[in-house]
């Protein structure tokens, strides 16, 4: 989670496995592959600025993560902070399944569906 304060793609993408998937909800298309996770995360950060993520709680059972955390970004200049819920699975230290659950208090962080399809 470190590599996202960097607010680099390329470091947070350092992360993810050649075959991971990334899963935010039904309001965004499920990614399968490298490619197409470093597409959207273009969109994240070229939209907005990780200030922190403000991890409440955290469980690891065998390859499995779970994560309760507070998102908090600056999209066009105005502060939004919205809870997170996650479960990731991890092997040989990278993410392989990234599925969060989230429910910004304005209904949306400010990255709209992002373009993504």
Known sequence: MAAWATNDVDEVMRNFADDATFDIGPDWPKLSG???????????FGRGQVVDLEIRH?????????MER?????????????????AYQVREGKVVAWREYFWPADGDPGFGSAGVS
């Open 70 to 86: 507070f998102d908090h970004w600056i999209m066009e200049g105005t502060p939004l902070s919205w809870p997170v819920m996650g």
């Open 58 to 66: 955290l469980a690891v059972d065998g390859d499995v993560v779970l």
């Open 34 to 44: 490298r490619e197409a996770i470093y597409d959207l995360m273009e969109v994240f």
